[in-house]
């Protein structure tokens, strides 16, 4: 079992540039949640989905999308790349009641 | 929404002594707590939790304590080692189905185990 994967690892992209990251949850996992990490800081909730739908959402701008396929791996998009949204990008799959295992992450840096 | 409030920032500790992480919740709703450890450019990695229904809970060297009316919980590592030397998060999660909801974190502890 490969666990939480993650891609790509590290991502260079421009102010106002739009990006896609890409998550594969822990074998028999239905729950996928992303999360932003700043540097120095813990993770934030962005949102959660489950069964292809986003179940919860954080305090994050519609800039902020995402989307859950059949297969239960999801993706996360940002649009209008701010530098402030450097970060490293946490994936997070779950089942039920279980521990949520979390992905490496993507670092990605906006210039 | 849930705040968690995470102390100390930093700890350094001499190898075999203890170190004791605090944290606080503003939600009286959550009930599932887990602790995350995070090595520099790795994932963080769950390393105990606990749930509203138990007071205390241990795993080997690691323990973690719930006062659900102080609204408080603490990690507790005993004998500590070099490999213990990581950031330590907190979480707090609102609903119950535990990790398969959203998780608000602490800030987190840089813990360094000196030899």
């Known amino acids: 079992d490969a666990g939480v994967t993650q891609s790509p690892t590290h991502l260079i992209k421009t102010r106002g540039q739009q990006v896609t990251l890409r998550c594969s949850p822990k074998?028999?996992?239905?729950?996928v949640s992303w999360y932003q990490q700043a540097l120095g800081q813990g993770p934030q909730f962005i949102f959660q989905?489950?069964?292809?739908?986003?179940?919860q959402r954080g305090n994050f701008p519609d800039r902020f999308s995402g989307h859950q396929f059949p297969n239960y791996s999801s993706e996360l998009n940002v649009n209008a790349l701010l530098l402030g949204d450097s970060a490293l990008y946490l994936c997070?799959?779950?089942?039920?009641?279980?521990?949520?295992?979390f992905g490496q992450g993507t670092r990605l840096t906006v210039v | 929404g849930e705040n968690v409030e995470q102390h100390p920032s930093t700890l350094s500790v001499q190898e075999g002594d203890s170190a004791v992480i605090k944290c606080t919740y503003s939600?009286?709703?959550?009930?599932?707590f887990p602790w995350y450890k995070q090595e520099l450019g790795k994932r963080p990695q769950l390393i105990i939790d606990?749930?509203?229904?138990?007071g205390e809970k241990k795993d080997q060297r690691i323990a973690v304590t719930l006062n659900k009316t102080a609204k408080h919980f603490s990690l507790h590592i005993t004998e500590t080692q070099p490999e213990d030397s990581a950031v330590y998060f907190c979480a707090a999660s609102e609903g119950v189905t535990g990790g398969g909801n959203k998780l608000t974190f602490g800030t987190g502890t840089q813990l360094k185990v000196e030899l």
């Open positions: 989905y489950y069964e292809e739908e986003e179940r």
């Open positions: 997070a799959s779950s089942y039920k009641n279980t521990e949520a295992f």
């Open positions: 939600d009286s709703a959550s009930n599932y």
């Open positions: 606990i749930r509203s229904n138990v």
């Open positions: 074998s028999g996992h239905d729950t």
